[in-house]
């Protein structure tokens, strides 16, 4: 393959071009999974589409390599589908409109897509190209962004006869990822007694601006967790006088660290000021705890409409006692990679709903008996607090290989062609690469991408001058991957 930078660079954004004509929300792949079939089909290659829409497609060796091991490229199909305020997009039917500009790949108005249209981008253009390479296999998932399904029902036998996989869903050029974490949905229900308030005097207390954050990438960054803060608060109310809760909330996703929530009480008091003593308590608490981080929160406590009803005071203090109870950031680190969250867990969303009050927590690691564990801690503490707990199914960890061949082949290779190194590391976040693993431990797997910028927002862009390197190195590793 002794194309020129420019004919690299214009044949992978012409498979981009092709990808963002098709709608490919999340759940609904098939049309952009038919057309890359028939593509595939177009220059020689043999196809599988299972019934979830994931694409197999297998290239021969080129002549001479027949012996080599089969070495896999793997992205997903699915993107996630955002738009500015103000401008009109169905993610359903709209393609997305591409603007070059020299420097950046960017859409009007919406989402790229390039998380990880540009992963099967080069994936695509790759098997057209003739260079010296062992028998090729591309992966092309369903749904990564929202369950990964695809990944998860994808047949082990796809993974069994190779020997490496190439994953191209990450975002930094000069990153290679190790290893990623696991996690597992636990989920807390409280059912409510209610009753109408005795107190006729109702206040809202409200924590909301702090910086939040991914509960995976940001969870050792040291931000504080709203739905902690307030449990905090309503104790230290309680400590003042008595009261009825009413509601307690946080909306935000589990994987994300809650940066806003708040709770509606009744009292007997009708003067806001011994609520202003609370308001400075949990002010003067964030700024000595959190005040290089935590710099835009609000907190405060006004009068509100009387509630039609209010818990019972045990429903108030086994919610209360389960949120303050539990073990939420940072709880383990790594004893092999230097910096890297092991262990960790997030709380919230929190829900007031018709007849309960549901709790989320969110545990990480790439360690799956640590997963399992922790989830195991949250249901004995449901029990003690008189929550009922579930654990769902664990999203299996994809720990790091230190015997990997790949790393060494990846991280010799960028720094022949770019002269400087690129930086190996593990990240506390999701990766399809984990479902691989769990369904062939032996397979040695690393994962890259060139810089992608803001991904799931209207200002995701793609930098361009990283691309052509990124397909080069993917290339330059094939062709030493002879044993």
């Known amino acids: 393959m002794s194309l020129t930078d420019k004919e690299i660079m214009d044949g992978v954004l012409a498979e981009f071009s092709n990808l963002a004509a098709i709608p490919r929300k999340s759940n609904h792949e098939e049309a952009v999974s038919n057309f890359l079939k028939e593509r595939a089909l177009s220059f020689g290659c043999k196809v599988v589409q299972d019934e979830k829409f994931n694409l197999i497609i297998d290239k021969d060796a080129a002549k001479g390599c027949e012996t080599w091991p089969r070495v896999i490229i793997q992205g997903h199909m699915d993107m996630v589908c955002v738009a500015a305020k103000g401008v009109q997009y169905d993610p359903l039917t709209s393609p997305i409109k591409i603007i070059n500009d020299g420097e950046f790949l960017r859409a009007d108005g919406t989402s790229l897509g390039a998380d990880d249209g540009i992963g099967v981008a080069v994936a695509m253009y790759l098997l057209q190209q003739d260079f010296n390479h062992g028998p090729i296999r591309a992966i092309f998932t369903v749904d990564e962004e929202q369950g990964m399904t695809g990944a998860k029902a994808l047949d082990e036998k796809y993974l069994l006869d190779a020997k490496y996989l190439i994953n191209c869903d990450s975002e930094a050029f000069d990153v290679l990822t190790l290893s990623s974490a696991g996690s597992v949905n636990v989920d807390a229900e409280r059912r409510i007694t209610w009753h109408k308030p005795e107190h006729r005097s109702a206040y809202k207390f409200v924590v909301k601006d702090l910086h939040g954050g991914h509960s995976g990438e940001a969870i050792n960054c040291g931000y504080a967790n709203a739905v902690k803060i307030i449990a905090q608060a309503i104790n230290s109310i309680m400590k003042k006088t008595e009261i009825e809760l009413a509601s307690i909330s946080s909306l935000k996703a589990r994987n994300v660290i809650p940066s806003e929530a708040e709770f509606v009480f009744t009292s007997p008091l009708s003067n806001v000021k011994v609520f202003d003593v609370v308001v400075a308590e949990i002010t003067d608490y964030l700024k000595a705890g959190y005040g290089n981080v935590e710099k835009n929160f609000t907190v405060t406590c006004v009068p509100c409409e009387l509630p039609e009803r209010v818990m019972s005071e045990e429903d108030a203090s086994s919610i209360v006692d389960f949120i303050n109870l539990s073990m939420t950031g940072v709880l383990k680190m790594s004893q092999v990679e230097e910096g890297l969250v092991e262990l960790s867990a997030n709380i919230g969303p929190v829900v007031t709903k018709e007849n309960a009050v549901e709790i989320s927590v969110f545990p990480r690691s790439a360690v799956d008996a640590l997963t399992r564990e922790?989830?195991?801690?949250?249901?004995?503490?449901?029990?003690?607090?008189?929550?009922?707990?579930?654990?769902?199914?664990?999203?299996?960890?994809?720990?790091?290989?230190?015997?990997?061949?790949?790393?060494?082949?990846?991280?010799?290779?960028?720094?022949?062609?770019?002269?400087?190194?690129?930086?190996?590391?593990?990240?506390?976040?999701?990766?399809?690469?984990?479902?691989?693993?769990?369904?062939?431990?032996?397979?040695?797997?690393?994962?890259?991408?060139?810089?992608?910028?803001?991904?799931?927002?209207?200002?995701?862009?793609?930098?361009?001058?990283?691309?052509?390197?990124?397909?080069?190195?993917?290339?330059?590793?094939?062709?030493?991957?002879?044993?």
């Open 374 to 483: 922790i989830a195991n801690i949250y249901i004995q503490l449901g029990k003690r607090c008189g929550i009922r707990v579930v654990s769902g199914e664990p999203a299996p960890g994809w720990p790091a290989n230190s015997d990997s061949q790949l790393k060494h082949v990846v991280l010799e290779t960028f720094k022949e062609q770019n002269g400087f190194d690129m930086k190996a590391k593990s990240i506390h976040a999701g990766l399809e690469c984990s479902y691989f693993y769990a369904k062939n431990p032996n397979l040695d797997i690393i994962s890259i991408g060139p810089n992608n910028i803001d991904i799931h927002s209207p200002n995701e862009r793609l930098e361009l001058k990283t691309l052509v390197p990124h397909v080069k190195l993917i290339k330059g590793v094939m062709e030493k991957l002879d044993k």
